[in-house]
């Protein structure tokens, strides 16, 4: 009978093996040489490209190269929507351009936006571009993101607590499944499947405290997050930012040397969430009324809360830009956010669904007019607001009860900026370039015109990068009623890179010989890359062997320009060990050892 019983467990565990199965999305890949060489002569350039993982509708971006002191501050566009300041700006972005999987090539005809000649020198190119044929794929079936709420909505972790690439990033969202201030952890890779992996935390401060907006990690302290919210107005009517230590599926506890007992209090008028976003120095904070339409008093502010105690170091007035009197006496609001507010590589960006107006800021430089960077207002139709011919209230900004609606404003790791849209037909995101430049409103195959709540970009090189939403898109809105969430979190592929388009190529950079250099990080956990030069296009394989001299992987098999390139490799597959990798370009070949770790 015993033997029977451990047989019984043994086919279990068998079975539950058999069924767990890792989410491992077909990261949509670009490569392409890093240094491209144009004599800017009117012929027709043509830049091989590869892409792997999916398809991707590409746009291919050619921007000014370190001329941002020349460029200083700069309105144009209908209406002075677009405005630049002290940075490298767009002078050609392509239609969308459909790539397939495998080789392709992009054209340029050497001419900027108004169809001139683009004078010989210097340039900086991108490739964008998102998986435009495929559905979306479950990263999770069984996370219940918390969906109505205008900013805040979720966050991926990229980094660990020393800055670190993760070898697996996480997705932390608002429970709408649970109590009010239940917050959701949910680890990138996991079985799309299994609800046993919901890490969750209750992180409630006070009975009177109204948990609004997800958590946000603190750097260089993984155990610690930021959560906003409010005291309602009843009790004490003020808004702020609490820090909870994380107690995985247990109650968080306020770090109480941290502001007042764990809260850092800004009062303001009760309002919609704003907020936070952290960097190794401040806690952001956004202090807004925009539901007040009868109010004659601008409020747009910016807070700076200090990172290490909780004091309220800074507030800076951005009414300048996102308070518009004419726009009150068009029947819109005075004061138009912003709600919502993320962070990357320095920068915050701002974005509110009650204005047009989407924003990069430096929040570094001292004088916040000076900080902004780029800001994209209505003119373009994208993320604009009274567009349409015979509107009612033409060209009116600052508006939230009108269409479109967006819920997010992020930037990837190229300052490419996207915000889900709903009540715009079948769309899915606006897109506008690293300058705020305009590029379009688009969609992911089988959208529909439902609520869309957040796309989050996890972009680092990982196995997991990509655009992250919610499943509400899914679904149409009869199938979706106001307010309520849709189970789920979905992934579809994107990538952009970024290069040099010169006319002149540096004979100390110009590769006049074949080299291979040892892959970068390791030892590695799971992701590597591979950096290697070819002196003239060719046909160029990378092969993986292990220790038995038996090949277990092709990175690459594909035609390649002269110059340098880099390929990631994902060993997420193998078991731990040394490896070695073999490129072979022409008549050369170099073999060099790597370790995996697990």
């Known amino acids: 009978m015993k033997k029977v019983a451990v047989m019984i467990f043994v086919l279990v565990l068998v079975c539950s093996w ?28 043509k830049i091989p490209v590869t892409v ?27 209406l002075g929507w677009h405005y630049v300041n002290n940075i490298d700006t767009s002078i050609y972005i392509s239609p969308f351009t459909p790539l397939g999987i495998g080789k392709n090539t992009i054209e340029w005809n050497g ?45 991926i972790q990229e980094l660990d607590q020393n800055g670190n690439p993760l070898a697996k990033p996480w997705f932390l969202y608002k429970n709408y499944d649970l109590d009010w201030g239940v917050k959701g952890k949910w680890v990138l890779g996991n079985d799309p499947e299994d609800a046993a992996l919901i890490e969750t935390c209750n992180v409630v401060w006070s009975q009177d405290f109204y948990v609004e907006v997800v958590a946000v990690p603190v750097p260089n302290k993984t155990t610690d997050i930021f959560v906003s919210g409010g005291i309602q107005p009843s009790v004490g009517n003020s808004r702020g930012v609490v820090r909870f230590n994380w107690v995985p599926n247990g109650n968080a506890t306020p770090v109480t040397t941290w502001g007042e007992n764990g809260y850092a209090s800004i009062p303001e008028i009760w309002d919609s969430g704003s907020g936070p976003a952290v960097d190794n120095n401040y806690v952001y904070y956004l202090n807004q009324t925009y539901h007040d339409l009868t109010g004659d008093v601008p409020l747009s502010e910016l807070v700076y ?16 830009w996102w308070c518009n009197v004419a726009d009150k006496a068009g029947d819109g609001q005075l004061n138009g956010g912003p709600n919502g507010l993320s962070a990357r590589g320095g920068n915050l960006f701002l ?66 900026c996207i915000g889900p849209l709903y009540d715009l037909g079948a769309t899915s995101f606006a897109l506008v370039g690293p300058d705020g430049s305009s590029i379009g409103n688009f969609a992911f195959a089988g959208e529909t015109a439902s609520r869309k ?64 250099a040892q892959n970068s990080p390791n030892p ?31 990175i690459a098999s594909e035609f390649m320009s002269a110059g340098s390139h880099s390929v990631t490799w994902n060993a997420s597959g193998l078991s731990a060990g040394v490896y070695f990798y073999t490129v072979k370009a022409g008549g050369f070949a170099k073999t060099i050892k790597m370790t995996l770790l697990k």
């Open 351 to 416: 974005g509110s669904h009650s204005s047009c107006l989407v924003q990069m800021l430096d929040p570094n430089v001292d004088d916040y007019l000076e900080g902004v960077k780029w800001s994209n207002k209505n003119g373009d139709y994208v993320f604009d607001h009274h567009f349409l011919v015979d509107d009612s209230k033409p060209w009116v900004c600052n508006d939230y009860k009108v269409p479109p609606f967006w819920t997010s404003f992020q930037g990837d790791a190229n300052y490419f």
């Open 18 to 45: 058999a069924y767990a199965v890792e989410f491992k999305p077909p990261v949509l890949r670009y490569s392409v040489a890093p240094v491209i060489q144009y004599d800017f002569d009117g012929t027709t350039l």
């Open 524 to 554: 590695f956990n799971p992701t590597t890359t591979i950096s290697f030069s070819v002196p003239e296009a060719g046909n160029v394989s990378i092969d993986v062997f292990n220790v038995a001299g038996q090949k277990v992987d092709t």
């Open 111 to 155: 001419k900027d936006e108004n169809g001139k000649t683009v004078p010989a020198g210097e340039y900086t190119y991108y490739l964008w571009g998102y998986d435009y044929q495929n559905q979306k794929l479950f990263a999770s079936k069984v996370v219940y993101p918390w969906g109505h709420n205008w900013c805040g909505i979720a966050h």
């Open 453 to 516: 709540y957040f796309d989050n970009y996890c972009d680092y090189g990982s196995p997991y990068d990509g655009i992250y939403t919610d499943n509400t898109s899914s679904v149409s809105k009869d199938e979706n009623p106001d307010q309520i969430p849709v189970i789920g979190l979905k992934w579809i592929g994107h990538d952009s890179v970024k290069g040099v388009l010169t006319n002149q190529v540096n004979v100390e950079d110009a590769p006049s010989a074949f080299s291979v």
């Open 305 to 320: 809360i200090s990172i290490d105690d909780g004091t309220v170091e800074q507030r800076k007035d951005m009414s300048d």
């Open 52 to 78: 792997s993982g999916s398809p991707a509708a590409t746009f291919f971006c050619v921007f000014t190269k370190d001329k941002a002191g020349t460029v200083g501050e700069v309105r144009n566009g209908y």
